[in-house]
Nanobody, 120 residues
Framework: QVQLVESGGGLVQAGGSLRLSCAAS????????MGWYRQAPGKQRELVAAFTSGGTTNYADSVKGRFTLSRDNAKNTVYLQMNSLKSEDTDVYYC??????????????WGQGTQVTVSS
């Protein structure tokens, strides 16, 4: 019912920047929370940055001061600006959104993932 399409991943040198985008589409009435997680092989998926249902923006300690989450509510899209990238930022990044559909059912959806590789 709700699809998330991610873009913007790729290969970048350490110290460089990338911007990830995630657009939600489908039968959306409201989005209560939306953001980005990342996962390395064999590890748990972890929060990178997200707008919460409480109205706050949460960042992982490891990205504070380097990554900035923004959104365009009219387009149901969030952006993750990643600056000063480090090799340890290399991961698959997943977009997540939760909210309510037009039939007032709750949804929680994940994107397909986009690879970010930072070369040292």
């Amino acid at each position: 019912q709700v699809q998330l399409v991610e873009s913007g991943g790729g290969l970048v040198q350490a110290g460089g920047s990338l911007r990830l985008s995630c657009a939600a589409s489908g039968s959306i009435f409201s989005i209560n929370a939306m953001g980005w997680y990342r996962q390395a092989p064999g590890k748990q998926r972890e929060l990178v940055a997200a707008f919460t249902s409480g109205g706050t923006t949460n960042y992982a300690d490891s990205v504070k001061g380097r990554f900035t989450l923004s959104r365009d509510n009219a387009k149901n899209t969030v952006y993750l600006q990643m600056n000063s990238l480090k090799s340890e930022d290399t991961d698959v990044y997943y977009c997540y959104a939760e909210g309510a559909t037009m039939t007032f059912q709750s949804f929680g959806s994940w994107g397909q993932g986009t690879q970010v590789t930072v070369s040292s």
